[in-house]
Structure formats: C-alpha cells, structure tokens
C-alpha cells in the first residue's frame, strides 16, 4: 500500500483513484471520443453549403436512438432536453390541468433536490400539492414502505429516484410501479444516478415517464438529458413549453394552425441544441460496446472492498449494506467534528478525487478506479482523519 503525497503521474492521469462517477462519469478513450464527436460537428457546422442542419438533426437523431436503445424506448417516445429538471419541467408542463389540480404529487425527501425546487414552484401555479415524503430520524434514505404509505389514489403523479444521491438507495421499482398501477397514478422515474451502470428498462415495468442525462455513468458531456414518456400518455401531453419543432413539420408557420406532433417531438420547442448530443453520441456509442456486467462487477467488488475499508476504520455505512439496494456509489460518513473539505483537499493532493455532501464522504468507483486506487484512498483517509 503507498502512502503519502502524490508519486506518480501515472496514478494521476490514469484515474486509478477517481470516485466521481456520481458527478462526471470517466473512461480510458472519453476525451478521443468527446473531441471527434465535437470535432465532426464543427466540420458540418462551418461548412458553407446547406447540408448543415440535415446533419446535425440527424447526429441528435442517433442521440435520441441510443438513448432508446439503452432504456428499452419505442420509437417516438424520447426526446431530448438540457437537463433533468427542464426534462421533468416539459412533463409537467404537459400534462392535463385537471389531472393535477387539487390532487397530490408525491415524491421522497431524498430525491434530486432541483427537482423537488422545480415541483415546490409548480404546484402553486398548477394547484397541486406536493406531498413529500420525509426521512426517519437518523436515516439515510426514504424507505419504499414509507413512499407506499403515503400513496393512495388522489396521488396523481409521483416521482421515483431509482438511486440516490445521497445515499446510492436503489429503490423497488417494481413494486413502486405496480403500486401506481393498482392506485392508477402516474408514475416517473429519474434514472441519473443509475443509468450507465445499472440496467432500466423503461417497459418492465411500464413507466409512464423517464428522466435522466448522460454526464453520470454514462460519461457524456453536460447539456445532453432526455425526457421518455409511455407512447399510449403522449396524446393526453400537451407541453406548455411548445414552438415551431414541437410540430410534425416545424415549418407549418401559419399562426393559427399549430398542431402538437404526434410523437415525442411535442416536447421539442425552439431551435434543438446539438452540441451536447454530438459530444456525448460517440461515447453512448463506446457504451453500447461494453460488456456491461463486467463494468458493473468491477464496481460491486470495489464497492465491497471499500465498505470492508470503511468498517475496518469503524466509518458507518450511510449507503444500504445489501447490494441489491445499492447503486453504483458508496457513502460514508465522516466524523461530524471532520473539515471535510481539509480532508478532500488532502485525498486530491494524493490523486483521489471524491466529495462530501455535509459529513458524508460520496465515493463511486468505475471503468478508471482501481484496487490501488481504493487502497491509497484509504491509506490518505486514515492519515487525514488521525492527523488532522
Ligand atoms: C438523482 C439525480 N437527478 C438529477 C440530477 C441532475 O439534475 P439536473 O440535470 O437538472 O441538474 C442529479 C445530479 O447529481 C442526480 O443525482
């Protein structure tokens, strides 16, 4: 086990002691791949012919299809968006006002808190209310017993978190979602801190709407989120948020004959951005090549390794212990009288990269992260914690 300041550069560049797949995904070929998406955009962007936007739509086109190709979407199904809350803000933007006025909308106190900023807003504009279900005293995550206690039928949407942030819960979709079934709410889910990792498969079980973006796991670039809403809840979706590309054919101008088009694309308003999509197209591309339960093996094992590193040091455990109800990530916590940022800054100086959410240390390991990695991490904790 090395100790100490940072002694090689490969260790740095190599990424051996990365931990932020939570926050911006990383893989061996990421920035090849990045700039040649980039890179062909620029080509057709600055070419002075007229070929530039057929070529562009059709590189969001391919987003779009991997996207569906990697949760398991119809066709017509997906479209794209700037980010998970803008994603969820078209949704509900959408949606019949008498299908939320005066009814609830649930959601747990551990989801992504834009999210729950975006519905708090929403539901004095749309007259909902915003049910939120909170956390036991001491605990880390909201428990699907909790979430189901508080659901019944005049929920008329509720938001699941397929993995937390906060705690890397992995929820029982689908029991969640057959609850929804049997109370007939609408039921979304936010697949960010899973996808890339973990599979989801937007028909089993059949998920009214779906959230995400490819920064993640995935390792895509910022800027690149989708929004997937169930084929038979689309025509019931007339999306607030509209213009001229959310029409069959955007170039119907007559002012008084807009017509949402029949298919995803209604969620699509102004002039699509296509950088983003472009960027992270060649590494949705990488992705689908992978041998995916290797990548997720090489996690669980360093998972594992590091929860036996953290008990060894008597840090609780802040993610759940059984695996199956664990994302990709592990927290723990830190002692409260901790500066955690001192102690970030330390683990940085010695080439590991992982944050803290008040005293709870987040680490993620993936495609880059290595034994030494976990090792070192925990030789730099250990110094930083015993001499503070
Ligand atoms: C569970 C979850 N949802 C959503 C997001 C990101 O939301 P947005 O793209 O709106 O910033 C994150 C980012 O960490 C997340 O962890």
Redesign the pocket.
């Known amino acids: 086990m090395t100790a100490g300041p940072v002694d090689s550069e490969t260790l740095l560049k190599g990424g051996a002691g990365y931990f932020l797949y939570?926050?911006i995904g990383m893989f061996r070929d990421k920035a090849r791949l990045i700039q040649q998406g980039l890179s062909e955009y620029t080509n057709l962007w600055s070419k002075p012919d007229d070929s530039q936007w057929p070529q562009a739509l059709a590189i969001r086109q391919k987003f779009i299809d991997r996207w569906r190709a990697l949760i398991h979407a119809d066709a017509g199904t997906l479209t794209t968006s700037d980010?998970?809350?803008t994603a969820l803000y078209s949704l509900f933007g959408s949606l019949p006002a008498a299908m939320l006025k005066g009814r609830r909308v649930l959601v747990a106190a551990d989801c992504?808190p834009?999210?729950h900023f975006l519905l708090a807003g929403l539901a004095q504009r749309c007259g909902f209310i915003l049910d939120t279900v909170p956390l036991r005293p001491g605990e880390a995550w909201v428990r699907d017993e909790d979430f189901l206690s508080q659901w019944n039928g005049d929920v008329a949407v509720a938001l699941l978190?397929q993995c937390?942030?906060t705690a890397s819960y992995r929820s029982d979709i689908a029991s969640l979602v057959a609850h929804a079934r049997s109370v007939g709410s609408l039921v979304g889910v936010?697949i960010?801190?899973g996808v890339g990792l973990l599979p989801f498969d937007v028909r089993a079980p059949e998920v009214d709407f779906t959230v995400s973006?490819s920064l993640?796991w995935l390792g895509g670039t910022s800027g690149a989120?989708i929004l997937h809403v169930r084929s038979g809840l689309l025509s019931q979706c007339s999306p607030e948020l509209r213009g001229w590309f959310s029409q069959e054919n955007p170039f119907s101008w007559a002012l008084d004959a807009f017509e949402y088009a029949s298919d995803a694309r209604r969620f699509d308003h102004g002039t699509p951005s296509i950088v983003a999509c472009a960027g992270t197209l060649p590494v949705l591309e990488w992705h689908a090549q992978q041998n995916q339960s290797e990548r997720l093996a090489h996690n669980r094992r360093l998972a594992s390794k590091i929860i036996a590193a953290a008990d060894a040091m008597g840090l609780p455990l802040v993610s759940p212990r059984e695996e199956g109800r664990r994302g990709g990530s592990v927290m723990i916590r830190l002692p409260a009288s901790v500066d955690t940022r001192e102690v970030i800054g330390r683990l940085r100086a010695t080439g590991v990269y992982a944050d803290c959410r008040g005293s709870t240390l987040r680490l993620s390991p993936g495609d880059l992260t290595t034994d030494a990695g976990v090792d070192r991490l925990f030789t730099n904790l250990r110094l930083a914690l015993t001499n503070p």
Do not use: A
Request: glycine share 6%; charged share 10%; no cysteine.
């Open positions: 939570h926050s980010n998970v809350t992504f834009s999210l978190t937390t942030s936010d960010t801190q973006t993640k989120g």
